[in-house]
């Protein structure tokens, strides 16, 4: 199944609404990311204000899905880079640290907990 | 199914973790080793948005402001205040500010930069909210956008659309239905519906059974929220 595509003369269609009862997240990984930067901000790295800020600019960059399907891509990409402002980690080991979880993923026998002391590779 | 499952099987069996969930991880690692965050602290924001705080707070919010009309007023005069005392606090330090309808008015709320919504009394916001179609039209064309939804205003009724921010996130109260008079506070939370309290509906009418329902039917409400 793929999405169905945009109808030109009508580019404002709604996404359909899944209800009061639906999952809040899509998946995981947006739950965490949702939950990183609430934590961040009430440790005091961040401002609410700020937070805002960013993900307005993330969110309005062209080819953004008009149904908003892809809001936690930006809504992470808005926590990276004001982890770079903070000066807390740049992109670079953000990438190292994920390559590491990728090979730990890959090494990780079927069915385990994905952990990252399975990676088998050299993270530093 | 178009997926082939004919490819041959001898290949080891391993995890693949998405691009995204990868990231993710690699960040809560990073901000655990630094000690920005607790991994404990991060489940337990997870388990609150995804289990405790919803629409049915700001259900009984809107339920308290129809039968105490002094709740009412204090909601109109200092919302963050009045709906603390319900036990609903912000975790940014917003304010809340309710905005009422009535026969003139109706009252919706967007948030056209971001995605500002007031947690505490809706919970995370549903995907249309985050979506530019709405975050740009709801503005532009409100009456098309409640069209969308199902909700026809008289010709006569205002518009009147707020624009949330980081430090302001709106409540709408909508008009309490009529032939209401008898119900119990909780039985007026019931009529009260999530996009009732963003203003792109309006809340049910007694007896009407509807997949908007915040609470299932046979259930009394209490204890919930």
Known sequence: MSPPETDPASPFRL??????DAPVFAEPWQAQAFALAVALNERGLFTWSEW?????AKLARPGADPGGADYYRHWLDALEALLAK????????????TNAWHRAAHATPHGQPIRLENDPGERS | MT??????HDHHHDNDLDPFAARVRALETILTEKGLIDPAAIDAIIETYEHKV???NGARVVAKAWSDQGFAEWLAEDATAAIASLGYTGR??????????????????????????????????PVWYKAPAYRSRAVIDPRGVLAEFGTILPETTR???????????YLVVPMRPEETGH????????????????????????????????WPAGDDGEGRG
């Open chain 1, 15 to 20: 996404p359909p609404d899944a209800g009061p």
């Open chain 1, 52 to 56: 805002a800020a960013e993900l307005s």
């Open chain 1, 86 to 97: 903070k000066g807390v980690a740049e992109p670079d080991i953000i990438d190292q640290v």
């Open chain 2, 3 to 8: 997926h082939d499952h004919d490819h041959p």
């Open chain 2, 54 to 56: 919803g629409p049915r």
């Open chain 2, 92 to 125: 940014q330090g917003e304010h809340m500010q309710a905005v009422f309808n009535t026969p003139d008015t109706h009252n919706l709320v967007v948030c056209t930069l971001c995605s500002c919504y007031p947690w505490t009394v809706l919970g995370v916001p």
């Open chain 2, 159 to 169: 518009i009147r659309v707020w624009d949330s921010t980081a430090e302001l996130r």
């Open chain 2, 183 to 214: 119900l119990s506070e909780d039985e007026l939370a019931r009529l009260v519906t999530r996009d009732s309290m963003i203003g792109t509906g309006l809340p049910l009418r007694p007896g009407a059974l509807s997949p908007d329902a915040l």
